[in-house]
């Protein structure tokens, strides 16, 4: 079982996963985004949550981009 468990905890804090998390609430959140934007900018509608969760993804995946970025510096030094 700890096995199961170590790989279950790598998987979740893998690169992958935080670019995919971040993109799926980047692509949900962009929807309601996106399909008001002409509101918001004459006025007529305020920010709500999802423009909220829109950043938090975006943070999300740039998170994600940082640790494969940096895992692949490390491997390269490795490789010299």
């Known amino acids: 079982m700890a ?13 992958t996963f935080l670019m995919l998390t971040g993109a ?5 959140s962009g929807y309601e985004v996106f399909g008001e934007f002409e ?7 305020d920010v709500g949550a999802h423009h909220g969760v829109f950043v938090v993804g975006i943070l999300h995946a740039l998170h994600g981009v940082a640790e494969m970025m940096e895992g692949s510096a ?6 010299e």
């Open 3 to 15: 096995e199961s468990t170590n790989g279950f905890v790598r998987f979740v804090r893998s690169p």
């Open 24 to 28: 799926i609430l980047c692509v949900t």
């Open 39 to 45: 509101e918001l900018m004459s006025g007529e509608s």
């Open 74 to 79: 490390v491997a390269g030094e490795g490789v």
